[in-house]
């Protein structure tokens, strides 16, 4: 519940402690299962397992990806972390993406998807600001923008090929 509310004291919580990893793992999983509960009745149970396989390797991709990108790319004079307190502080910001499961609920669907993506931001931009120990949410705000724009064109190249057959 406090990912959720966004408080910065938790993700520092989080990020200092390496023993959260099992519960940042636990909220991915949670979020991601989440997600694919209104996709059920189209992909049946191993869809489901299929999106929480591959949200679970996203979530790695992601941290590695800040990391990367707020560490070499846009550090702050404070800025030391490693990719565990990413991965910890991040999977705590996938606490609000288990509002996803309302998907089942007829008509809410796209409603429902983009306050969670929407959620979901704020809190990935809380923990990685407070994970690369920003000043400022500037900062942050501009990691998230430049490893979601990476992300997706490495996503697009590997689903590309995909498409083409």
């Known amino acids: 519940m406090r990912a959720a509310r966004l408080q910065a004291a938790l993700y520092e919580e989080v990020e200092a402690d390496p023993t959260a990893m099992t519960q940042a793992a636990t909220v991915v999983i949670l979020s991601s ?81 983009a306050v969670a993506a929407a959620w979901m931001l704020a809190s990935m931009i809380v923990a990685v600001r407070q994970a690369l120990d920003y000043s400022g949410t500037g900062r942050a705000i501009a990691v998230c923008a430049i490893g979601f724009a990476v992300q997706f064109l490495l996503g697009a190249l590997f689903l590309w090929p995909m498409h083409a057959q």
Do not use: H, N
Not at 66 to 95: H, K, M, N
């Open 33 to 113: 299962i989440a997600a694919g509960i209104p996709e059920l009745p189209t992909t049946g149970i191993r869809g489901l397992a299929l999106a929480a396989a591959l949200t679970f390797v996203g979530w790695y991709v992601w941290a590695a990806l800040t990391w990367f990108i707020g560490t070499r790319v846009l550090p702050a004079p404070q800025t030391r972390a490693d990719i565990g307190e990413l991965l910890r502080t991040l999977g705590f910001s996938s606490a609000p993406g288990v509002i996803r499961v309302l998907g089942v609920v007829p008509g809410a669907r796209v409603a429902v998807e």
